[in-house]
């Protein structure tokens, strides 16, 4: 993407002006390559210049709002849209908003979205049981895919993902089973890694570990990493250390730099009680010179967004954010909210 952009800012220096076109690739670039803030800083410098963005460059930029939940360009890039007369007659875009919306929490805006395409694909019909399942929908979810049938669509194998995620959402085991097995079936979709990997998300997550045990041993790929990291947060629900013991071997030696899987398997060891272990996961981490990276979350609020970092204090606002926290966590203790320690490491105050 260096690359990229170094030639798309030499040929304003050798008089040669960038079209729609140009402009349009480097903001793809970035989506796909998850420069999602270049893209929309791009994006911005676009409409300064004396060029109108066309639908490609709007079904281009859109994912990136979505990545970044970053509702305030989202809406002004669907006021652009509606401004240009591009309406829902470009399925591809109406599709890449409703997902922007979604993605952004504003499922009724997806639905609205979704009742007024004129010709509504498989990726739209996707979008919107995928929109359900992660909104904890699910019976939402298996209706859109009933009506998806009743319409004539066929369904391919990204659909059989989002309805077996609605159903792992929902802890729907035997329907769960009815989709994956009709998958082959009924629609001849062989299924792959991530169907195998919700598969045994919703069977780990119902504690059904006997079953997760026969599906991999009957898969006919190589269990991925998803699966493994779904088995292994299973585990941590349930307590099952065995089982967990057997996940990490795998997914360590699939993922030997990712500290998540470390910390996972170091906190069910901790919940165990088996301190020695917890030290040994530690050390392993130390030994191959693993860090684990604190997370970062954001929120948008009035056109800002605000990035924050477990520990971190780089927020302006930060003293009257810890404020307000101390208040709502004395509020919560006196309605009876007691913390949950069990899988705090043996040498942390329960304070910190």
């Given at each position: 993407m260096e690359e990229a952009a170094k030639t798309f800012d030499k040929m304003g220096e050798n008089g040669l002006k960038p079209n729609i076109v140009t402009w349009t690739t480097l903001i793809s670039g970035y989506v796909h390559n998850g420069y999602w803030n270049e893209a929309l800083k791009l994006f911005r410098e676009l409409l300064k210049e004396d060029l109108r963005p066309n639908f490609v460059t709007i079904s281009s930029v859109l994912p990136a709002c979505s990545e970044l939940a970053a509702l305030f360009h989202g809406k002004s890039i669907h006021a652009h849209i509606i401004r240009n007369i591009f309406g829902y007659s470009y399925t591809f875009i109406a599709n890449a908003l409703m997902d922007m919306y979604i993605k952004c929490g504003l499922m009724k805006y997806g639905e609205q979205i979704f009742a007024r395409i004129l010709k509504k694909d498989v990726v739209s019909w996707n979008t919107m049981i995928h929109g359900y399942a992660i909104h904890g929908r699910g019976k939402d979810a298996l209706d859109c895919f009933h009506e998806m049938q009743v319409q004539g669509i066929e369904p391919d194998g990204v659909t059989f993902i989002a309805v077996l995620s609605a159903c792992t959402h929902t802890g729907l085991v035997e329907e769960g089973w009815r989709y994956f097995n009709q998958m082959s079936l009924d629609y001849g979709i062989m299924p792959t890694g991530k169907h195998y990997a919700c598969m045994v998300d919703l069977l780990g997550r119902a504690g059904l570990f006997d079953e997760v045990e026969g599906i991999i041993a009957q898969m006919p790929l190589e269990p991925t990493a998803s699966l493994w990291g779904a088995l292994l947060a299973s585990c941590m629900n349930h307590g099952n250390v065995e089982m967990a013991e057997y996940a990490a071997k795998n997914l360590i030696e699939l993922q030997p730099q990712n500290p998540g899987n470390y910390v996972l398997l170091s906190n069910i060891y901790a919940s165990a009680g088996r301190w020695k272990d917890v030290n040994t996961v530690r050390e392993s981490m130390a030994n191959r010179e693993i860090k684990k990276w604190p997370g970062c979350s954001w929120?948008?609020?009035?056109?800002?967004?605000?990035?924050?970092?477990?520990?971190?204090?780089?927020?302006?606002?930060?003293?009257?954010?810890?404020?307000?926290?101390?208040?709502?966590?004395?509020?919560?203790?006196?309605?009876?909210?007691?913390?949950?320690?069990?899988?705090?490491?043996?040498d942390v105050e329960d304070e910190e």
């Open positions: 929120v948008e609020i009035k056109n800002e967004v605000h990035a924050f970092t477990s520990s971190g204090r780089e927020h302006p606002d930060i003293e009257k954010i810890i404020g307000m926290l101390k208040t709502f966590t004395a509020c919560m203790e006196v309605e009876g909210y007691v913390a949950e320690r069990l899988s705090l490491l043996h």
